[in-house]
């Protein structure tokens, strides 16, 4: 059977993180799983490595000298060919305002740790599973002025064709409601159909990831029905 990780015959992960121990333990129950790894120490050597490579997913601390965790992300999302990758954030950070600060940057995932390495492994293949999820050939979906092709990965907005690049957890959170005009779902229902009952996630990551669409579609696309969820509007093609 083809592998789904175009050539490759299995997934290759990044591991950006400045604790040499840390990497080794990941790396080697990774390899363990059948998955190819890379290592970077930093976010610069990170981004240069993600551009060389093109991971299928990307593991990324934090703290981390000469660019942190946070500004390595943003930059991976800015980047029109690494854009879409998982990525797991996996740092000893645990407030409640780093966890945000995480997804908001562009994060999937966010793990504090000590982690158990069965739960980081699982949510490493939960990652990649939903990566793929939404890889079969289908139709664009037109909402209002609102183009989404889930072929290309990309939203296009009014008459002007205006790009906008969406990280794919973004990108598949507005592409599922497009696909029902008009319902509501709640956090978890979102959580549950767009990352999968298998990840773990926090109900404030659809809270995060919702803001950062409205942000860069537009607040029209995305209602929140107070008490029970969110929805978009049927705006017609």
């Not at 290309?152 to 696909?179: C, H, M, N, P, W």
Request: aromatic share 6%; charged share 30%; glycine share 6%.
């Amino acid at each position: 059977m083809a592998s789904k990780y175009v050539g490759r015959d299995r997934p290759l992960i990044l591991i950006v993180d400045d604790e040499e121990d840390l990497l080794d333990l990941v790396q080697y129950n990774l390899n363990k799983e059948n998955f190819d790894t890379v290592l970077a120490s930093d976010g610069i050597e990170g981004l240069e490595k993600a551009k060389k490579v093109v991971p299928d997913l990307i593991v990324l601390d934090i703290m981390m000298p000469r660019m942190d965790g946070i500004e390595t992300c943003r930059h991976l999302r800015e980047h029109a060919v690494l854009r879409t990758i998982p990525i797991l954030m996996l740092t000893a950070k645990s407030e409640e305002a780093d966890h945000v600060s995480g997804l908001e940057s562009g994060a999937d995932i966010y793990l504090t740790k000590p982690i158990s390495i069965p739960v980081f492994v699982s949510q490493v293949k939960a990652l990649l599973r939903g990566a793929t999820r939404f890889d079969t050939p289908t139709n664009v979906l037109v909402s209002g002025t609102l183009k989404i092709d889930r072929d290309r990965y990309e939203v296009i907005r009014g008459t002007e064709k205006q790009s906008i690049r969406l990280a794919r957890k973004e990108f598949d959170l507005l592409y599922f409601l497009a696909t029902h005009p008009g319902k509501v779902f709640s956090r978890q229902d979102l959580l549950d159909r767009v990352w999968g009952l298998d990840v773990y996630v926090v109900d404030r990551t659809v809270d995060v990831h919702v803001r950062k669409i409205r942000e860069k579609v537009g607040e029209q696309y995305i209602e929140t029905i107070k008490g029970v969820g969110y929805r978009m509007p049927d705006l017609g093609a």
